[in-house]
């Protein structure tokens, strides 16, 4: 794969330097970039990286003086991770997927399936389940039964969609993950310790109890244009769907249990978990390994430091740190205090 350097401009907006029908076959690093690349040297940071490269184009910063830096040709960008998001998509690897339905592949004689979808070796499609058209499906996915999956969806190796899943367009699921698991939901017939210890702050005598299933009759809705990371699971509601809004990007590893709401244009890192039935706004961001309990609501526009609890409702347009999260500028304020006491109690002799 190459392209010019003039279509290259156009598809970044931006506008060409230098030969602009100069042909480039891979972005790379500077350090990295031979002869025939594009460097990827988009902050001056990288200016004696690409003097000493052979590389004779690149995508640079804006103000950046061609002849200095020994290149031929150029596209200055003003945003470097917008640039890096453009020019991977131009780039980006086409799936190794053949047209059409493998003859391995097992499928409900009553699922319909949309023009143009690809379906992998040893996929299972359940009965009445509804595929999109432009639908790409990679090996051994399992959908079930009643599944709507929106138009040019792209589900990578080992998905698993459980029955009743809607699925809005455009939707990329990365391998393995698990979207309509059965929600964490078991009751005792008597209190249980984790109900008495709310209640009383303590742990009654231990007795012989039963958990008893919540079974969970609703299921999972996506947005269109959701992504989801490889091993995430999303569990399904127990009277009414799971949701997550158009636009969210979900990471790697993350857990969102049952009754959850998130809303549209959410960015959750990995290792995220969110217990059941909170509610999460819109273009809300968890940084990774955040928890969120259960029940509790977080407005839009949040942003939540990485490893931070959060144990109550959380305002919107706040950023918010720490276990139990509390305001930023608040946790650093305790933060210096606690780094300070080693030196006050020296003051004081202890």
Excluded at 7 to 16: K, N
Excluded at 272 to 295: E, N
């Amino acid at each position: 794969m190459s392209w010019t350097i003039a279509r290259i401009a156009e598809a970044l907006g931006a506008e060409p330097l230098g030969n602009a029908s100069l042909r480039v076959g891979r972005p790379a690093h500077p350090a990295k970039a031979v002869a025939g690349d594009l460097a990827i040297a988009m902050d001056p940071s990288y200016a004696d990286a690409l003097r000493a490269s052979p590389a004779r184009a690149a995508l640079v910063w804006h103000g950046a003086d061609l002849a200095d830096l020994g290149l031929d040709a150029a596209v200055a960008i003003a945003r470097p991770r917008v640039g890096m998001a453009g020019i991977t998509t131009m780039f980006a690897y086409d799936l190794d997927l053949d047209g059409g339905i493998h003859p391995s592949a097992v499928i409900a004689p009553d699922a319909e399936i949309g023009e143009g979808a690809a379906i992998g070796p040893f996929v299972v499609i359940g009965a009445r389940a509804r595929i999109g058209k432009g639908a790409r499906i990679c090996a051994h996915v399992t959908i079930g039964a009643d599944v709507v999956l929106g138009e040019d969806a792209l589900i990578y190796p080992g998905v698993r969609i459980g029955a009743r899943v809607t699925i809005g367009d455009r939707p990329i699921l990365h391998a393995g993950a698990v979207i309509g698991a059965d929600g964490f939901s078991f009751v005792t017939p008597e209190k249980s310790t984790v109900e008495n210890a709310k209640e009383t702050g303590g742990v009654a005598e231990a007795r012989n109890s039963v958990w008893m299933r919540i079974h969970s009759l609703g299921a999972v809705t996506l947005g269109s244009d959701v992504e989801i990371g490889a091993n995430t699971t999303i569990d399904r509601g127990t009277l009414h769907d799971t949701t997550v809004g158009a636009g969210t990007k979900i990471d790697n590893q993350v857990q969102i249990g049952h009754n959850v709401s998130i809303g549209a244009s959410c960015l959750l890192c990995a290792q995220v978990g969110i217990a059941g039935s909170a509610q999460i706004g819109d273009r809300v961001v968890l940084g990774g390994k955040v928890g969120v309990a259960d029940h509790v609501t977080i407005g839009s526009d949040v942003v939540v430091a990485a490893s931070s609890g959060v144990a109550s409702k959380v305002a919107p347009r706040t950023v918010v740190m720490g276990s139990p999260a509390i305001a930023r500028d608040e946790y650093m304020k305790m933060l210096m205090a606690m780094r300070r006491l080693p030196r006050l109690l020296a003051k004081l002799g202890g």
